[in-house]
């Protein structure tokens, strides 16, 4: 009986031994010799991380790089209307001019630090940056904190914040810009700002390229229902059906009107 109880005992041991060895060795590569950095590690373990929180080390607002409004068409991602999150259907707004609200601001950090953004960018929780629920991707806005005054503009190029009562999430850097970082959200007044359009006919929109003639000229002739402007093929290692060429709200305008009808995806190119 006593030599049973041993044996047994030396197997719990020897079962023990085997667990802390994975334990230990969790961090290890395939090869078994490199163990990974504290940043691959981090990695590994981001999803783990619940509450989110600013950086280890204080940043100074003064040394974060101000955004400066351009224009850009809309991403190929991030920009699906309607779209459900919770039960809840959202409807990306097809023009952000004019745009005007006010309402409570909070802000994302290290959780998300590193990770994709709803266009496919990746966030960087140290420059200005914005998640809305309906401002097309990406737009520029203005955003103003009500309670101390101070502003900053940020580019829109994420969805959220999907807590009730926000309006809007700035990246860590910017809720540094506004002075709301410790507190975590404050009152502010998000405005649109639309970037100016030059003049001269140097556009074109891509809305297809093809290995295949027939399907270019499919659509070519599809396209040329929906508009006056010049619908051609230009034959590269693909053939690609292009508008133009146009002034820059002429693109614009026209490529809001192919995606509404799907046809495309219509890509503004410039020349």
């Not at 691959?40 to 003064?62: A, N, V």
Request: aromatic share 10%.
């Amino acid at each position: 009986m006593k030599s049973f109880l041993s044996r047994g005992k030396a197997f719990s041991v020897w079962i023990l031994v085997l667990i802390l060895q994975s334990c230990s060795s969790q961090y290890v590569s395939m090869g078994g010799s490199e163990v990974l950095s504290d940043s691959d590690r981090y990695q590994q373990e981001r999803y783990q991380i619940k509450q989110d929180r600013g950086p280890d080390q204080k940043i100074d607002g003064h040394k974060i790089e101000d955004v400066v409004p351009v224009y850009e068409p809309r991403s190929a991602a991030g920009n699906k209307s309607p779209y459900t999150v919770r039960g809840k259907k959202y409807y990306v707004l097809d023009d952000p001019e004019g745009y005007s609200e006010t309402g409570i601001a909070s802000w994302y950090g290290v959780k998300f630090h590193g990770h994709k953004t709803s266009n496919g960018e990746i966030f960087d929780m140290y420059k200005v940056s914005a998640a809305h629920k309906t401002l097309p991707i990406p737009s520029y806005v203005k955003v103003t904190n009500l309670d101390n005054g101070k502003s900053v503009i940020a580019r829109v190029n994420d969805r959220g914040p999907f807590h009730d009562g926000r309006l809007i999430d700035l990246s860590y850097a910017g809720a540094v810009k506004l002075g709301y970082e410790k507190q975590g959200t404050a009152r502010v007044k998000v405005e649109a700002i639309t970037p100016g359009y030059t003049g001269t006919h140097e556009f074109f929109i891509q809305v297809g390229a093809f290995s295949s003639m027939a399907n270019a000229q499919k659509l070519k002739q599809e396209v040329e229902l929906h508009t006056n402007s010049q619908v051609f093929i230009e034959k590269t290692s693909f053939y690609r059906v292009k508008v133009g060429p146009m002034t820059e709200r002429q693109a614009k305008k026209l490529q809001k009107k192919l995606a509404r009808k799907n046809i495309g995806p219509p890509i503004i190119v410039r020349l």
